[in-house]
């Protein structure tokens, strides 16, 4: 197979580097932001704050949902088909719409509207949310896609990945900080500081995401010639088809509404369980991140000797015995048991970390699969579709979690929070643990049974493409020498 991506240069480009690493990096900092903010305070603001009732919560994310299931592919099919901006770059001109959206968008989502009708308050949620998510879709959908174009090496693919994933921990690690100034001294959430918090936070954001644009290059592009017309229904078979798409989508499924499920319920067991929801939950978030920060140094050297299917999957059934200890040992109310539920969750979370730093590059490869079995380059579209999935997931664990702590008696309108029957509490705790293992034994299928591309396919697909490292660096020299004569 020809590759139908090449280098696009007239002048020779700079080499793949650091200022890449962490301009990409710069992106999903900016993305964490708002998303961060959005996942972790949303819940809690309408149905603590705003006073919309939990049933009213899951109709509401379900629909909006609904509204992803058309929006993402068309927006990665419209990207590949439609090059906007006086640039070459196929990416850089969406992220800088979506960007300025973002800041208005992320902060309208908390409008303090404790006091208006129910249906008002309906509304609003709905009419916010789908315009925030619209904005962060014309931007993350594009910055996703961004990192094939950036490099065709495996590797470096592996290194754009786990960049992203530390600047989406630094981005996830500020809003770790904001319990210290949503809740009061009775864990009750503090609705009407949201919205400037998320202006600022957008601002910010704003900046990162020029950074962005600014420190990374693209090297891999289509030609103008090779771009294909938008086809929703061609798309979605094409996705249908793609095994390791199939299998990280289901494995990123699991991640975001079983394992990550531990962001809204450590909060809530703090709340009501240990009854500190200020400094603890915030050490408790932070300390999640530590298995992923463990990985990092190791990453690309467990990528280039395992390969990414089991430097994943594996880490996964170490995450299972510690569910499985964690539902056997007691924990206590009381600050030695909050001290045992960080430790486990910080097991448990060792697969997700390792998944968490390698999953972008894991998109990448699901592109260049679907490039060989179609013989159509659809960056867009790809991205697209597994971002659809994990915007389902997103909503999904939105309104599951809860759902599962309000099967155990939890009152989320409980005025204080932490008055709730006897024996909710050590239920919420056991439901939380529950919630992660499951996730770990999903994740652990889908890749080590169902994901298909292991270090062997992975390289020859790369060579098939003419993307190895030799690849590109014989296309440099050449284009270098062409440009010299």
Request: aromatic content about 10%; proline content about 4%.
């Amino acid at each position: 197979m020809e590759p139908n991506v090449i280098a696009n240069s007239a002048t020779a480009l700079p080499k793949f580097g650091w200022k890449d690493k962490i301009g990409y990096a710069f992106g999903d900092f900016g993305c964490n932001m708002s998303f961060a903010l959005i996942s972790a305070f949303m819940v809690d603001f309408y149905t603590q704050y705003i006073g919309i009732s939990t049933a009213a919560w899951a109709v509401i994310i379900i629909l909006t949902k609904v509204w992803d299931g058309i929006n993402d592919p068309i927006m990665g099919g419209v990207m590949d088909a439609v090059r906007i901006g006086k640039g070459k770059s196929k990416f850089k001109p969406w992220i800088k719409i979506g960007s300025i959206g973002l800041i208005v968008s992320g902060a309208l989502v908390f409008l303090p509207i404790p006091d208006a009708a129910a249906w008002v308050k309906i509304a609003v949620c709905i009419v916010t949310y789908l315009l925030w998510d619209v904005c962060y879709t014309f931007l993350n959908v594009p910055y996703g896609a961004l990192s094939s174009a950036i490099t065709g090496d495996p590797i470096e693919r592996t290194q754009l990945s786990t960049w992203r994933s530390i600047g989406a921990a630094i981005g996830g690690a500020i809003c770790m900080l904001l319990p210290l100034l949503v809740y009061d001294q009775n864990d009750n959430i503090i609705g009407d500081r949201l919205i400037w918090i998320g202006l600022g936070m957008g601002a910010i954001a704003f900046v990162a995401y020029m950074l962005c644009i600014r420190m990374t290059t693209e090297r891999v592009v289509v030609p103008v010639e090779h771009r294909q017309r938008f086809n929703y229904f061609k798309t979605i078979k094409g996705f249908l088809h793609n095994r390791p798409l199939l299998a990280l989508c289901l494995a990123t499924f699991a991640s975001i509404v079983f394992l990550m499920s531990s962001t809204q319920t450590t909060k809530w067991l703090f709340q009501v369980h240990f009854g500190d929801a200020g400094t603890m939950v915030t050490v408790a978030s932070i300390l999640t991140y530590l298995p992923m920060v463990f990985f990092i140094p190791f990453t690309a050297k467990l990528v280039r000797r395992f390969g990414k299917k089991y430097a994943v999957g594996v880490p996964f059934a170490l995450s299972i015995v510690a569910g499985i200890v964690m539902l056997i040992v007691p924990v206590p109310a009381d600050k030695t048991g909050s001290y045992i539920y960080i430790a486990g969750l910080m097991v448990i979370q060792l697969g997700g970390g390792m998944f968490n730093l390698i999953a972008w590059a894991m998109v990448n490869d699901c592109i260049d699969y679907q490039e060989i079995k179609t013989g159509t380059r659809e960056e867009g579209s790809i991205y697209a579709m597994y971002s659809l999935f994990r915007k389902i997931s997103q909503g999904v664990a939105l309104s599951l979690p809860l759902l599962c702590m309000q099967a155990v008696d939890y009152n989320p309108q409980a005025n204080p929070i932490g008055n709730q029957l006897p024996g909710v509490s050590e239920r919420m705790v056991r439901m939380s643990v529950g919630l992660m293992l499951i996730g770990a034994v999903v994740m652990l299928v889908s890749f080590l049974l169902i994901y298909n591309l292991g270090k062997k396919e992975v390289a020859e697909m790369a060579k098939t493409l003419g993307r190895s490292a030799e690849d590109v660096d014989v296309r440099q020299m050449l284009q270098e020498e062409a440009d010299n004569r």
